[in-house]
């Protein structure tokens, strides 16, 4: 079973910067694939950002251009670097991993954007 802990949301200013991390409880390298997504007061949850264990990168049309998503395996760490934050983008962010066909879940950070 993988665990995941996400860290660093918070309230920013519109246009201005976060960046995510979610530490994960195996190495990240093995994880098939891992992502980001987001959850909106009454929304489903959606699709931020996703990196394959190949290194391939997906984003929305929401985001594209303004996060990016990478990992350092050394430190089992996944991050999402946000800039240009919109108040749109504010949500609960949530990690995810894929392995052996299971979805696993972090507990969620807030990042709220003030406009």
């Known amino acids: 079973q993988v665990q995941l802990v996400e860290s660093g949301g918070g309230l920013v200013e519109a246009g201005g910067s976060l960046t995510l991390s979610c530490a994960a409880s195996?190495?990240?390298?093995?994880?098939?694939?891992m992502g980001w997504y987001r959850q909106a007061p009454g929304k489903q949850r959606d699709l931020v950002a996703t990196l394959t264990r190949g290194g391939t990168t997906t984003y929305p049309d929401s985001v594209k251009g303004r996060f990016t998503i990478s990992r350092d395996n050394t430190k089992n760490t996944l991050y999402l670097q946000m800039n240009s934050l919109k108040p749109e983008d504010s949500a609960v962010y949530y990690c995810?991993?894929?392995?052996?066909?299971?979805?696993?879940w972090g507990q969620g950070t807030q990042v709220t954007v003030s406009s």
């Open positions: 995810n991993a894929v392995q052996w066909g299971q979805n696993y």
């Open positions: 195996e190495t990240i390298f093995s994880i098939a694939a």
